[in-house]
């Protein structure tokens, strides 16, 4: 089964040389779509391994898939399948000369993104997580306006400065593991209980590799770069890195927690992640209530739910299922949401929630998935973000941090209030006439569908605007999904079902917990 | 003989590290950093082959040839092409020279302070000489704060990854040789990626003052 280890690496890389060899653009959009399946398939092999009690090994160790490896490789693979096949009907207007490098770079992402998960040495997944800052870098900066190169430049210093604060900590951590002999980095060794670390380097160490990676996971204080990078980027991109980019930062968290909890004690990380989790969601809380942006609303949900998954790591053994299941949940409905709202901002031609109303009466074809995934976002039952929530919310509770939980819950229904205000504004109610002339056609079409609020004030400006379109208005509201509809329905039908199957989900998942030190 | 000047040594190449980065908050302008940034690397090179040489380690030996290749030589010739094909701005920092030589003082306390605490029970010539490299590291967050050009935060990136080897190095003997491959690459990419986009930045606006990039908020 080792073959599977390598596979996410080697397909992804060879499939990026194809597409900057080949100069068909329909065969080279594929390449990342390509790439994503057989980090899916690859992760699904591994799954399918480890819950036949193996652990499959290769590169004398440097490369192993435990339970969690294997669990978030099959991640990576999911979400970045529905954000690159979601994002197939996406225009890159890039100049021609570029547009092989942005098929390129997505799969170089999802190889570095694979190996940072397979890596059983804390420096290989350093390497590899500052290697992704470097391949989304132009991948933010790919629309080449002002405001995306303002992105790109404050995503690349803020990314790298954090990391290399991670580095300083697995310096530390390293220098921590002399006691031992032979100084090491692996996971496997440095997360054994007993062994002889230095208790104040590991402290330390575990500190500011948490803070660097806190940094690259978009958690509160360290997120500023994170709203601005996802609404700048292309969706599929914004999408790749809310679901993937985030969740691998949160990995190492969990990985490094492991560490430093068995030499020096849940009580240190556990303050830490509590601190910047309910920082995360209160940044959020306040900055959704009067957001204009719906991107920008995509992102700091993003922070929203890391500050949620952070508490859920700093609630400890308990929680940590139901933030694994979080981090699937979050990945697959923030792509699908992500990659809609590409598709929003290129028929509509404005990423402003004002600019954007009455969606679910002129297009339905987008709205619809839309509103179904914002109910996947928000919190509703049958999605799993539910069922994660409310399960460290209870793990919360049980372990005696139900100071920290209730405050959570606060801010969560705050986050929730707002977050409905916003979609509400953006797909119900009646179209309205002034946004552009465009839209009081489709008003005109409203009228003749018959909606009933909409007759009487949007019928007039109809009227003004039809001298200037003399095409006649289309009778029908627009039904097209703008791009591929069935990665958006498996995103939506897994995170709706996964919640459900105890076999082999629950197993995997706690397996993966265990393999943090979750269950005894 | 060499364990005699073995401490002289690492004393030597730790004070031409942290005089190199003082220089760097005195001197505004971007050459003259970018010179002092090609010493510094070449103090790291020499750095680790003292140790590696101490050690006895063939592997430390190759990494400092690495150091020398990367940080002495490939990173200052990157950003002085850029900067000659320029016209030269120079800085207008937040701080004036005095008070940053003095943050620079404070900082230097700051992490011996810290570093007598992180290496308490390690007694060697190494670990004493390693809040060097936690005050280089600090060094490079106050460029990076304090300097409003383009070309000199990324100077403050490379003090701070500088800073961050030189702690390695004395703490450990250095990351394995792979990691250091992996390590320097990354460097090496993320440079080029930030002189990629000071370049368009001037296309865009004319210069590379940070300060304009204001417009994304909430």
């Not at chain 1, 993104?113 to 800052?133: H, K, Q, R």
């Not at chain 1, 079902?497 to 397996?511: D, H, K, S």
């Not at chain 2, 900067?83 to 030589?101: C, I, K, M, V």
């Amino acid at each position: 089964m080792s073959f599977a280890l390598w596979t996410p690496l080697a397909v992804p890389v060879i499939l990026a040389l194809l597409s900057l060899a080949v100069p068909v653009p329909a065969l080279r959009r594929l390449a990342p779509v390509a790439s994503s399946a057989a980090v899916l398939g690859s992760g699904l092999l591994l799954v399918s391994a480890v819950l036949a009690d193996q652990v499959p090994t290769l590169g004398g160790g440097l490369l192993r898939a435990d339970a969690l490896s294997a669990y978030m490789l099959t991640v990576v693979g999911a979400v970045g399948l529905v954000s690159t096949w979601g994002g197939l009907g996406h225009a890159t207007a890039a100049p021609a000369r570029f547009a092989g490098s942005y098929d390129a770079l997505i799969s170089v992402f999802l190889a570095a993104m694979s190996l940072a998960v397979l890596a059983d040495n804390i420096g290989l997944m350093w390497a590899a997580v500052e290697a992704t800052t470097i391949t989304t870098a132009f991948l933010v900066g790919h629309h080449r306006t002002r405001s995306s190169l303002e992105a790109a430049w404050k995503y690349v210093i803020l990314g790298s400065v954090g990391v290399a604060i991670a580095l300083l900590g697995i310096v530390l951590i390293y220098a921590a593991s002399r006691g031992t002999g032979e100084p090491t980095l692996s996971w496997l060794v440095l997360s054994q209980a007993g062994l002889p670390l230095d208790p104040v380097l590991i402290r330390a160490g575990g500190a500011l590799a948490v803070l660097g990676f806190a940094t690259k996971a978009g958690l509160a204080p360290m997120h500023s770069w994170l709203p601005d990078a996802h609404s700048q980027a292309p969706a599929p991109v914004s999408g790749l890195m809310s679901g993937v980019l985030l969740a691998v930062a949160l990995y190492a968290i969990l990985r490094i927690q492991t560490i430093t909890n068995a030499v020096i004690g849940p009580d240190f990380l556990r303050i830490m992640l509590s601190i910047a989790g309910l920082l995360s969601l209160f940044v959020a809380a306040a900055l959704l209530i009067r957001q204009r942006d719906f991107k920008r609303m995509l992102a700091y949900s993003s922070i929203e739910h890391m500050g949620m998954m952070a508490v859920g790591a700093a609630i400890g053994a308990a929680a940590l299922p139901a933030v694994l299941l979080y981090v699937l949940g979050h990945g697959l409905t923030k792509a699908t949401l992500f990659v809609i709202s590409g598709r929003i901002l290129e028929v509509e031609g404005t990423p402003r929630i004002d600019g954007v109303r009455a969606l679910l009466v002129r297009r339905p074809g987008l709205a619809v998935p839309w509103l179904i995934a914002m109910a996947a976002l928000i919190g509703f039952p049958p999605f799993s973000i539910f069922f994660s929530e409310v399960g460290i919310i209870i793990a919360g509770w049980t372990t005696g941090m139900g100071a920290v939980v209730g405050i959570a819950l606060v801010l969560l229904l705050v986050i929730f209030a707002s977050l409905t205000r916003l979609t509400v504004t953006m797909t119900i109610g009646a179209p309205a006439a002034s946004v552009t002339a465009g839209a009081a056609v489709a008003a005109g079409a409203a009228v003749g569908a018959g909606a009933a609020g909409a007759a009487g004030a949007a019928g007039a400006p109809a009227e003004l605007a039809g001298p200037d379109a003399p095409a006649a208005p289309p009778a029908e509201p627009d039904r097209s999904a703008h791009g591929p509809r069935l990665p958006l329905i498996l995103a939506l039908g897994t995170t709706a079902v996964v919640a459900f199957i105890a076999e082999p989900v629950g197993t995997l998942l706690a397996r993966a917990a265990a393999v943090l030190g979750g269950i005894q | 003989m060499f364990d005699t000047i073995y401490p002289q040594l690492i004393g030597l190449c730790t004070g031409a590290l942290l005089l190199t980065s003082a220089l760097m908050v005195w001197r505004h302008s971007l050459l003259a950093s970018i010179r002092l940034l090609s010493v510094q690397g070449f103090a790291l090179a020499a750095l680790v082959a003292v140790i590696g040489v101490e050690e006895g380690e063939t592997e430390v030996i190759i990494v400092s040839v690495l150091v020398l290749l990367v940080k002495g030589i490939g990173l200052p010739w990157v950003l002085a092409h850029e900067t000659q094909a320029t016209t030269r701005t120079d800085e207008a920092p937040r701080l004036n020279p005095t008070a940053g030589l003095l943050t620079v003082a404070l900082l230097t306390i700051l992490s011996y302070v810290v570093a007598s605490r992180l290496l308490a029970g390690d007694s060697s010539v190494s670990a004493h000489a390693a809040p060097i490299g936690l005050a280089m590291v600090l060094i490079g967050f106050l460029l990076l704060v304090t300097r409003r050009q383009a070309g000199s935060q990324l100077i403050g990136f490379l003090v701070l990854d500088n800073g961050i080897a030189t702690v390695a190095f004395l703490t450990s003997g250095g990351v394995p040789l792979f990691l250091e491959l992996g390590i320097s690459l990354d460097v090496l990419l993320v440079v080029v990626i930030l002189y990629v986009f000071a370049g368009r930045m001037r296309n865009k606006f004319g210069n590379t003052d940070i300060d304009q990039l204001r417009k994304l908020h909430d």
